[in-house]
């Protein structure tokens, strides 16, 4: 790749900024003199060409008052860009990098993706695939970590292709997963996950995403549309039951876990039996209708099996950046097994507008902004 010399950084960037709390529109204010940070040791500081949109970027904003949060700092975690300071780490400058801001190291920092710079660890970053596009590759490190490690909590591992095929049958031959919101971002990965580990894929979404989703492998669909999830798997029960079920889309409503020991199979082992979620959040605005939504989350989730609870297991995914992780991820980009999506692109003073796509609950894929 091409390396950078005498390259003049600036003292300040424009960025949009979590001011406090509320909606995109309320908490966001667009910078034009916000300081350009230096790069610590062990950080390298990246020219951003790209960001994605991510729900747990707006729920931040709308959850956490001052007090709880480390504002003022640039929103978001996903970003593509080039290295302008190596700052003595294994990348050049020049190299053209895809990287991910975990929220904890985002709060410790106060680094976000939609400014024109940032810095970040060094571990934090890895070599952009040359497949992809500065659009396509900045949403691959969260929603592709999130739906690798979901899976991982069920017990089921991605192999690698040198590994034998004996071994990819053990881990989900013969098996069924549920993945409800796949044409979300998380659920797009999910199923392509799914398929190279041998599952069979079953996947819900709204009946004018079929052809998509059934494209990126799911063997069979379910329109949510047309009837409650729990009522439809009630009614045509998969068999054998489902080994696992990874709800992408988030839900509040509890009744596809509540009901699921009709559908959902138990543990065998330490595999399957599971049901994961990408992370419920509740449907408007205000602590009493977040408090009310979450306790009825936390009642169902939380109570005994011998007191009347679900049979089966509930976990939250807590994405966590694992550079082994974004080298399988990459590893299937460059190989032509794993497909990226864009939803939509968006200029970097259309911020506000591209949150209001993502608050709709209606992309397929990724909302990304060009930075720079």
């Known amino acids: 790749m091409a390396t950078v010399t005498n390259t003049v950084i600036p003292l300040t960037q424009k960025a949009w900024v979590v001011i406090k709390q509320g909606t995109p529109r309320q908490a966001l204010d667009f910078k034009t003199d916000f300081p350009v940070p230096k790069p610590k040791y062990g950080h390298v500081l990246v020219r951003v060409r790209a960001a994605a949109l991510n729900p747990v970027g707006w729920k931040l904003m709308s959850a956490l008052p001052n007090f709880l949060s480390a504002r003022p700092h640039p929103a978001e975690h996903d970003l593509a860009g080039v290295v302008i300071d190596a700052n003595g780490s294994r990348f050049l400058n020049g190299d053209e990098v895809i990287g991910f801001i975990p929220v904890p190291l985002q709060f410790s920092t106060r680094q976000g993706a939609l400014a024109q710079y940032v810095t970040l660890p060094?571990?934090?970053?890895?070599?952009?695939?040359?497949?992809?596009?500065?659009?396509?590759?900045?949403?691959?490190?969260?929603?592709?970590?999130?739906?690798?490690?979901?899976?991982?909590?069920?017990?089921?591992?991605?192999?690698?292709?040198?590994?034998?095929?004996?071994?990819?049958?053990?881990?989900?031959?013969?098996?069924?997963?549920?993945?409800?919101?796949?044409?979300?971002?998380?659920?797009?990965?999910?199923?392509?996950?799914?398929?190279?580990?041998?599952?069979?894929?079953?996947?819900?979404?709204?009946?004018?995403?079929?052809?998509?989703?059934?494209?990126?492998?799911?063997?069979?669909?379910?329109?949510?549309?047309?009837?409650?999830?729990?009522?439809?798997?009630?009614?045509?029960?998969?068999?054998?039951?489902?080994?696992?079920?990874?709800?992408?889309?988030?839900?509040?409503?509890?009744?596809?876990?509540?009901?699921s020991e009709a559908y959902l199979a138990p543990p065998r082992g330490k595999k399957g039996g599971l049901y994961v979620s990408t992370g419920p959040w509740p449907g408007g605005q205000g602590w009493v209708k977040v408090i009310t939504d979450m306790g009825q989350v936390v009642g169902a989730v939380g109570r005994p099996s011998c007191l009347g609870g679900v049979k089966r297991g509930w976990k939250l995914v807590n994405v966590d950046h694992k550079p082994d992780d974004m080298e399988k991820i990459c590893g299937m980009v460059k190989r032509g097994t794993l497909r990226t999506h864009v939803d939509s692109t968006h200029a970097f003073d259309s911020v506000l507008d591209a949150y209001d796509k993502l608050l709709t609950g209606r992309a397929v894929g990724k909302v990304v902004v060009k930075v720079d």
């Open 122 to 259: 060094a571990s934090n970053l890895i070599i952009k695939p040359t497949e992809l596009s500065w659009e396509e590759a900045t949403g691959l490190p969260l929603a592709a970590q999130t739906a690798l490690q979901a899976l991982r909590l069920g017990g089921y591992e991605l192999e690698e292709p040198d590994k034998s095929s004996s071994a990819k049958s053990e881990s989900a031959s013969q098996e069924t997963i549920f993945i409800n919101g796949g044409s979300t971002a998380v659920g797009i990965y999910a199923i392509q996950f799914a398929k190279a580990m041998g599952f069979r894929v079953v996947a819900s979404a709204s009946g004018r995403n079929e052809n998509f989703v059934r494209n990126l492998g799911a063997d069979e669909f379910i329109d949510y549309k047309t009837q409650p999830l729990p009522e439809h798997l009630i009614s045509n029960p998969p068999n054998p039951r489902f080994a696992m079920i990874l709800d992408a889309a988030g839900l509040v409503d509890t009744a596809l876990y509540t009901e």
